[in-house]
């Protein structure tokens, strides 16, 4: 199972939302210190999310490129890719894949034309949700929608990759939804990464036991509470 560190930009500088509020931010400097740190330390694949982008409230593009160029663990790259031009833009950086998630949930046309165009392997769909009440724009706008309903529909179309985040825990160190987290992984037959409030090793394990593939992890790594020279999970 894969430890895979967020990176999440906003102003330039790497953040932690609380419950994915844009006005409870934690600052944790410069982003390509904060990427190499985890490069450093062991990680083999780095989860970037550009917060401006995703919230409609600029970009991060400079300080994105900055990290891909002195990266040489792959990473992924998150935020606001609602066009082909947004997703090619992100892969010709050196994305491993591009992360969609409002374009997943709303626009299933233009996801399966961009499952086309990149390849399965290429695109990840991030589930963003409260428990199992998809959110989109940012994490902003509420939808009708239910996971598991688009885990059904997402698997038919050829997606490969899907990366659930629990917004009510994300940022906030109170441990996962196992529950909830269990009912994904039943739902989902492929590729699943999992994060939304991991705060110590022992979710690491409760991940690995239910068979998820990898654990998105941000906070509990900026606040020391997982170290990958004291934990490794493989």
């Known amino acids: 199972m894969l430890v895979i560190p967020a990176v999440d930009l906003k102003g330039g500088k790497a953040v932690r939302l609380y419950e994915g ?37 600029g970009d991060n593009r400079e300080a994105l490129s900055r990290i891909a160029e002195a990266l040489f663990v792959p990473f992924q790259v998150g935020g606001g890719i609602r066009s082909l031009e947004s997703l090619q833009e992100v ?26 165009q990149a390849g399965p392997e290429r695109l990840a769909v991030a589930l963003d949700a409260r428990g199992l ?25 050829g997606v490969c990759w899907v990366i659930y985040t629990d917004v009510r825990r994300d940022g906030t160190l ?3 939804d196992l529950e909830v987290v269990a009912r994904v992984r039943e739902a989902w037959p492929h590729t699943l990464i999992a994060g939304g409030g991991i705060a110590g090793p022992e979710d690491l394990l409760a991940l690995k036991r239910l068979g998820v593939e990898g654990a998105l992890v941000g906070k509990a790594l900026y606040e020391g509470r997982i170290r990958f020279k004291d934990f490794a999970v493989s």
């Open 174 to 176: 109170k441990g996962l």
């Open 133 to 157: 009440s998809v959110v989109v724009s940012g994490w902003q706008e509420a939808t009708p929608l239910s996971a598991l309903d688009l885990l059904r529909t997402w698997e038919a179309m």
């Open 21 to 57: 509020r844009p006005e409870a931010e934690t600052a944790y400097g410069d982003p390509v210190a904060a990427a190499l740190r985890w490069q450093e330390e062991g990680a083999r694949l780095l989860h970037l999310v550009d917060l401006d982008r995703a919230l409609g409230t």
């Open 91 to 116: 892969l010709s950086l050196g994305a491993s894949r591009g992360v969609v998630g409002t374009v997943a949930a709303k626009d299933p046309a233009l996801l399966e034309t961009m499952l086309a």
